[in-house]
């Protein structure tokens, strides 16, 4: 009886893995089919207007949707793990902020918004996110160790003077050019197409394959500063 049960509890996981996969999948599909033109049968030779619609303009903006959502749940996942605490996002580390500081700068000094599904805006914002989430690290290091408390206090201070130069930097800007930097920092997916799946495709594949290579070290931390070393987990590494 004691067998069976374990069993049952090892594959929970599993099928509510699966149950929430497929209602993904239907969900997507039916958010790409159904619209204010109504339903669009997708393989119907007789509406290739409408098809077109489809492959073109609604499948790919719902696969994107998927991606983004999938890579935001995972580095999500990753640090409430560190911090052991389930509110945790990226503004706690300044990444957010520092992203967005390197995107106005570029918006400011006119750089393209976009091109080849991954303009020069968004490789300023990486590299700004990037810069603060190093400059984070070296002011919180200790003696080789990483106190997720002095990461957590360092991230807050380095992003709130990241969000305070970007928006002194917005401020300045012309109304219509503030329009369009405010536009991307929210994000959207209007404008989208095949051409942005296919970037972010590779980033995906890689983050999702990092994560469950370090998913043991990801889960060791989880148990807080005090048990991890007892578990095996090395802080210096």
Request: hydrophobic share 60%.
């Amino acid at each position: 009886a004691d067998g069976g049960a374990g069993a049952v509890k090892r594959a929970s996981p599993a099928v509510a893995l699966t149950i929430l996969t497929l209602l993904l999948l239907a969900g997507a599909a039916l958010a790409a089919c159904w619209g204010e033109s109504g339903f669009i049968n997708p393989f119907d030779g007789g509406e290739a207007d409408r098809a077109m619609i489809f492959w073109e303009l609604r499948l790919p903006r719902v696969v994107l949707a998927v991606l983004v959502g999938g890579c935001l749940a995972v580095s999500g996942a990753i640090m409430q793990a560190l911090f052991q605490n389930s509110m945790a996002d990226p503004f706690i580390l300044g990444v957010s902020p520092g992203a967005g500081l390197g995107a106005v700068l570029a918006i400011t000094l006119g750089v393209p918004l976009a091109g080849w599904g991954l303009g020069g805006v968004a490789l300023a914002a990486f590299a700004g996110g990037l810069a603060a989430m190093v400059v984070v690290y070296f002011l919180a290091a200790r003696g080789g160790a990483l106190p997720v408390g002095m990461l957590l206090l360092t991230g807050l201070a380095v992003g709130g003077v990241a969000t305070a130069l970007m928006t002194f930097m917005l401020l300045r800007l012309n109304v219509f050019t503030m329009r369009s930097a405010l536009t991307w920092l929210l994000g959207s997916l209007a404008y989208r197409g095949w051409m942005h799946v296919l970037v972010l495709v590779p980033v995906t594949i890689l983050g999702v394959a990092g994560a469950q290579y370090f998913h043991r070290t990801v889960n060791l931390l989880a148990f807080g500063d005090a048990a991890a070393p007892h578990l095996g987990l090395d802080h210096g590494r």
